[in-house]
C-alpha cells in the first residue's frame, strides 16, 4: 500500500481522486493549501502528490521543487485547470511526473498514477540491491537540492555511452562536471580530451579534431593526430559547443554516427572509439530554429542533458563554497588559514554572482589578496564593484533613491521573464567587470574566467564597449 497526497483547493476534486486512489488499495490524504501540503509532507512520507497549480497560498508550479525535495521524494503529477504550454514545459523540467489539465477523466488520472507507483517501486529495488553510488566529485562542492538534483542526473548518464550535453550559465562548474561524468564511467581509465570551441580560428578547428597528414597545408611540417583520435577508447569533451562553426558541424555529425574520420590531406579513414561529453552555456535549441546550429547535430548531442544551476539558485551552498576555496587559496600561497566575520559571510549571500562559482572563487582571491596579512576577512575585504552592487541594492530596500540607470537591473516594479532577468544580470555583471577593471580586456578575462573572444562576443551582446 502506498500513501497518496492531493494538494488541491477544490474539495469536489480531492473526494473524487480520494475515491479513485483508495479503489487501488492505497491510502489518500487531502491538502486545501500548499502550507498544509508542505507540513503533511514533512510529518509524513508519501509515494505520489497529485498538486494543483492554482492554490490560495500560492503557485504549485513554484513550490514543486519543495515538494521534489522533500525526504520521501515523492512523483508530482500536476492537475490544473488553467493548462498552458509554458506551464507544462516548467513542470516537466521541475521534475513533475505528468501534466494533467482538468477536468480529466478518471481513466484519464488513472494511468500516470499506476505509472508512477511501478516507476517509484522499481527505482526503490534498485537502490535497495546496488545499494548507494557513491560519486566521485571531482571537486565539485555543494550540498543543496539543486546541485543534488545535478548530481542525481550525473549517477544515471554516467555508467552509460550516451552523449551528454551539459548546459549552464557562465562560470556554473559544466568542466568539473564533465571530469565527474568521466571519472564515475566505466572510461575512467582512459584519456579525457578537451577542446574550447570558443578560442579557436575557424581554421584550425577541423585540424585539431581531426588531424592532419604532412603537407596537408601551409605550415604542416609533420603528421599530427587530431583530439578526436587522441580520445580512442576515452572521452571527448566540446566546451562551447555552440560556437562549433556550422560549416564543421555536418562532418562532426558523420563522426558521432559512423565513429570514423578522414584526417586532413589523407586518403584513408580512422577510426576512434570515444564517448562525447559537450557543453554550452548558449540556447542550442533556439539556435538550431534560427539555422545557427543543426538541429540532428543537437539530437546527437544531448541524449542526456544536464542543467546546472545558478550559483543564485543554491544560495545554501555559499558558505561550504567559501570556505573550501578560502582554504586552498591560504594552502597555496603557505599562509595562515584566514578567519572571517559573519558580515563577510551575509556580504557573499545576499550577491547574485552572475559570474556564477567561477566569480565568487575570483572575489575570494581578492579578499585574501587585499587582506595580506591581516588574519581576518571583512566585507571591505571583497571587490569594488560588489561592494558597490550591495550598497546599492540595501538603498532599494530601505526605498532610497539610487541611480535610475540601475533599477531596471536590480529591482524592477514587476518580475521579469527568467530569460530577460539573466540578460539583465549579465549585463550588469559585464558593466561591473569592465568598470573595475577600466577597459583592460587581459584584466577583465582574467577575474571572469572568459576567453577574449567570448568577452568580445558578450560585450558586442549587450551594447557595451570595451573602454567603458
Known sequence: MSNVLIIDDDQDMCALLAVMVRKRGHEPTCAHTLDEGIAALSAEEFDVVFLDVNLPDGSGLDALPILSQTPSGPEVIIITGAGDADGAALAIRSGAWDYIEKPASIQHMMLPFVRALQYREEKLARSHAAGVMVLKREGIVGRSPQLLASFDLLARAAPTEASILITGETGTGKELFALAVHGNSPRASQ?????????????????????????????????????????????????????????????FLRVLQ???????????????????????????????????????????????????????????????LAVHHLARICERHRIGLKGFVPEFIEALTHYPWPGNVRELFHAMESAVASAHYEPTLYPKHLPEDIRIFLAQHSLIRAGQSVPPRLQPDLEPEAPLPLREYREAMDRQYLQNLMAHTRGNIRQACRLSGLSRSRLYSLLKLHGIRPTE
Not at 540556447?283 to 545557427?292: C, D, P, V
Open 191 to 251: 584519456s579525457f580530451v578537451v577542446l574550447d570551441c570558443s578560442v579557436l580560428p575557424e581554421t584550425l578547428v577541423e585540424s585539431l579534431l581531426f588531424g592532419h597528414t604532412k603537407g596537408a597545408f601551409t605550415g604542416a611540417d609533420c603528421p599530427r593526430e587530431g583530439l578526436i583520435k587522441q580520445a580512442d577508447g576515452g572521452m571527448l569533451f566540446l566546451d562551447e559547443v555552440g560556437e562549433l562553426p556550422l560549416s564543421l558541424q555536418k562532418a
Open 258 to 320: 559512423e565513429r570514423r574520420f578522414r584526417p586532413l590531406g589523407s586518403r584513408t579513414e580512422v577510426s576512434s572509439d570515444f564517448r562525447l561529453v559537450a557543453a554550452t552555456n548558449r540556447n542550442l535549441s533556439r539556435m538550431a530554429a534560427e539555422g545557427a546550429f543543426r538541429e540532428d547535430l543537437l539530437f546527437r548531442l544531448r541524449t542526456f542533458s544536464i542543467e546546472l544551476p545558478p550559483l543564485r539558485e543554491r544560495n545554501g551552498d555559499i558558505f561550504e
